[in-house]
């Protein structure tokens, strides 16, 4: 991976962009290049973390993960962040952009020990918990202390937690505020990191009265502020608000809507009434693969993981309703291959390490192109290969178009033969009324005890309280 040419930013400047082949661009959608710019040698690439400038001890660290050698994202950032600087990082999921700023503040807190030294935020759940197990796994050496802070679960353990005056502090920003709000003794006011990852939605309206709040408490002096994200909003003022100093902007992929070369891309054009025919059909085809079947809505992603277990396959639901014991076990159940496929609304698209996920499948196509790259970032990780296929119906023509153009290619239609899909239409129809008994069964039980799913957002109870918790619960 050729080393990137490192420029400084002033902050009346949008930040520039390093990119792995040289080209660079200060524009959102990157279409700027500058033919004359140097594209530096392979050879000259860091191959080790200790090259890199990494501490003996974290590199032991890394060997004893397997990380054989600094992933692009690593190689690109891990040197600036040592030298001190603000950074902004975009890198596809799956680039281990996590250990690219976990080996950097444990560095510094191995330098200069202190508690509540950092913090590292996510908009989700599933992602704060992925990352404490990162900056646990990387930091086993050096003894680091790791509180978790996500809504969804009992305050106390995590108060108790932070009176352990943890060093680093992983948390979702609706939680987080409700400790700084309300757990007494527990203040950042010396902290010396500030991470967000998947900043561009941290940065998002959702999140941004919660998150203002909490920049506004956090110390601006002598704080080191990294962003990272597959995708990235460059919008100025999103960045001040997170005050950033002289940011540098480190990027690998080539433009923002860049998917890895190992993942095989296509379409079916489905008709809207036989979607779940062809989804069976596609399963039957591919019988063995793990993979993640995305969903638009909460109700789908639960009728079809039922559809599915009816005519015989293992998959398990995720979406952002069930209960966070309920997601975490779902998760667990398929990181433990004892189910094979997860039937998922868009909170399990972003961030998570889903390790060897063969196939990605848009039951329902996302909205947007961010969110189609988050999705099938969930398979053809750390240089495996694997499949996304995208179900277009007639409805979805110009969403497609839209995605194809982000894409800036047009994809592959995946070939299938009519009267093989129709073939199981008898069977699926059959599985298809068991399931809607079930589903009505369950929104019963649920309107009696709000068992299994939880309300959904419109639902009342709780305004302000549970207002922060759902921030943290992702779109699902
Ligand atoms: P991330 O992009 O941080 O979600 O990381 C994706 C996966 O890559 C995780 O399972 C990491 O443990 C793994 N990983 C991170 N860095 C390296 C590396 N240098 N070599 C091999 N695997 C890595």
């Known amino acids: 991976m050729p080393p990137l040419k490192k420029r400084k930013i002033s902050p009346e400047d949008s930040p520039q962009i390093h990119l792995k ?16 710019e140097p594209i530096h040698e392979k050879a000259s690439a860091p191959t080790t973390f200790k090259e890199l400038g990494i501490i003996d001890s974290l590199c032991e660290a890394c060997e004893a993960l397997g990380y054989k050698a600094p992933t692009p994202i690593q190689a690109e950032s891990i040197p600036l962040a040592l030298e001190g600087r603000d950074l902004i990082g975009l890198a596809e999921t799956g680039s281990g952009k996590t250990a ?4 950097p503040i444990l560095q510094a807190l191995m330098d200069k020990p202190q508690q509540l030294h950092s913090l590292i935020l996510a908009p989700t759940r599933e992602l704060a918990y992925q990352i404490s197990q990162a900056v646990e796994a990387l930091g086993s050496v050096i003894a680091v202390r790791c509180a978790v802070l996500v809504g969804g679960m009992d305050m106390m353990p995590q108060s108790i937690a932070l009176g352990k005056k ?18 007494k003794g527990f203040s950042l006011r010396q902290l010396k990191y500030l991470i967000m990852d998947e900043a561009d939605r941290l940065l998002d309206l959702d999140f941004g009265p919660i998150l203002d709040k909490i920049l506004k408490i956090l110390p601006k002096e002598g704080r080191k502020t990294y962003l990272f994200s597959a995708t990235m909003s460059s919008k100025v003022e ?17 433009d923002k809507y860049q998917t890895v ?4 891309q296509s379409y079916i054009f489905v008709p809207h009434k036989h979607k779940d025919l062809y989804l069976i059909h596609l399963l039957n085809e591919l019988a063995g693969q793990t993979g993640i079947i995305f969903t638009r809505t909460v109700n789908e992603a639960q009728r079809i993981s039922i559809l ?8 398990v639901p995720i979406h952002g309703q069930l209960s966070q014991q309920a997601r975490l076990a779902a998760l667990n159940k398929f990181r433990a291959k004892s189910r094979n496929l997860l039937v998922a609304s ?22 947007d192109s961010k969110t189609y790259i988050h999705r099938v970032g969930r398979t053809a990780r750390a240089g495996k290969s694997g499949k996304a296929v995208s179900f277009v119906t007639q409805y979805d023509v110009e969403l497609w178009m839209r995605i194809e153009g982000a894409l800036g290619k047009k994809l592959q239609e995946y070939e299938t033969v009519k009267e093989e899909v129709m073939v199981l239409a008898e069977r699926v129809g059959e599985a ?8 009505k069964e369950l929104h019963e039980s649920r309107g009696k005890k709000g068992a299994t799913l939880r309300h959904t957002r419109t639902g009342k109870g709780g305004a302000g309280k549970r207002g922060r918790d759902d921030m943290d619960q992702d779109e699902g």
């Not at 080209?23 to 004359?36: F, H, L, M």
């Open 238 to 254: 999103s960045l001040q608000r997170a005050s950033l100093t002289n940011p540098l902007r480190v990027a690998v992929s080539q």
């Open 432 to 439: 298809q009324r068991a399931a809607a008994m079930e589903m």
């Open 308 to 315: 599915l277990r009816m005519l015989g396959f293992s998959a």
């Open 346 to 367: 868009d909170v399990a698209s972003r961030g998570l390490d889903i390790p060897s996920v063969d196939l990605v499948v848009n039951f329902d196509l996302p909205h």
């Open 100 to 103: 690219a700023f976990v080996l």
């Open 21 to 36: 082949n040289g080209v660079q661009s200060t524009t959102e959608d990157n279409t700027a290049s500058n033919e004359d």
């Open 261 to 264: 070369s190992t993942l095989l």
């Open 166 to 183: 943890p060093h680093v502090v992983v948390a979702t920003p609706g939680r987080l505020l409700d400790h700084l709000e309300n757990t």
